[in-house]
């Protein structure tokens, strides 16, 4: 891999490491009384997932590497409401269809009892050489890092 490409897969993996890597809880029963305000817990609770992604926003989705070599070890997998790395897990609270072939993505993430939240601008690649997402981190000066999909 270029030193280049390992520089921008850096600010990726920053991310990653951020957010949690636990499941979110299962969603309450209806019919199951809420909890009153003093046995509520005081950590925070987590962002709900994004409610239905734009249909156009399906070429995002899959598992993604920097380098293709890397599928088995450092792949990123990109749902509607899940954006996860090999260790890390973070929610898509929202993917916005920014009409212009790019998609901005919210996303909330927990780690040990921090929050974090990011915004990054997703763009489908298409090239001879295969698909892949541009991710530009809107959050850090616009630092941005280019995925391959794993095959």
């Not at 090239?127 to 995925?147: C, F, I, M, Q, W």
């Amino acid at each position: 891999m270029r030193p280049t490409r390992l520089l921008a897969a850096l600010p990726l993996v920053a991310l990653l490491a951020a957010c949690n890597q636990s499941a979110p809880p299962p969603p309450s029963e209806a019919g199951t009384p809420a909890t009153p305000a003093a046995q509520a817990p005081a950590a925070t609770t987590p962002a709900k997932p994004a409610a239905a992604a734009p249909a156009a926003a399906a070429p995002l989705f899959g598992r993604w590497a920097a380098d293709l070599r890397e599928c088995a070890t450092s792949a990123v997998e990109i749902s509607a409401t899940r954006f996860a790395g090999a260790e890390n897990q973070c929610d898509i609270t929202t993917l916005a269809d920014n009409g212009d072939g790019t998609f901005t993505a919210s996303l909330a993430c927990t780690s040990q009892g921090q929050s974090a939240s990011e915004r990054i601008r997703m763009t489908p690649v298409f090239a001879p050489s295969g698909e892949g997402v541009t991710l530009r981190y809107l959050d850090r000066g616009n630092t941005e890092v280019t995925l391959l999909r794993c095959k």
